[in-house]
């Protein structure tokens, strides 16, 4: 399960933006790598909010649920 944090506890991490981003500011995840055990994922425009905590297996089940069309 997921889990929201204040970003706070993320300050040092360094986010990417999903390759598909088209750059003007659109619906956009970040995630940041280097967190043992899990993923930090936040919304690109409000970088200042929450964050949330998926376990590894949790994100790629997600994943391939929108690949899929089922999300």
Do not use: Y
């Not at 997921?2 to 990417?16: E, G, I, N």
Request: net charge neutral.
């Amino acid at each position: 399960m997921a889990t929201a944090q204040q970003t706070h506890q993320h300050d040092a991490t360094a986010w990417r933006r999903s390759s598909f981003s088209n750059g003007d500011g659109g619906n956009c995840l970040e995630v940041a790598d280097g967190w043992p055990g899990v993923l930090p994922v936040r919304d690109s425009k409000d970088p200042n909010g929450p964050v949330l905590r998926f376990g590894h297996a949790e994100w790629a089940v997600f994943v391939a649920q929108i690949r899929a069309g089922r999300l």
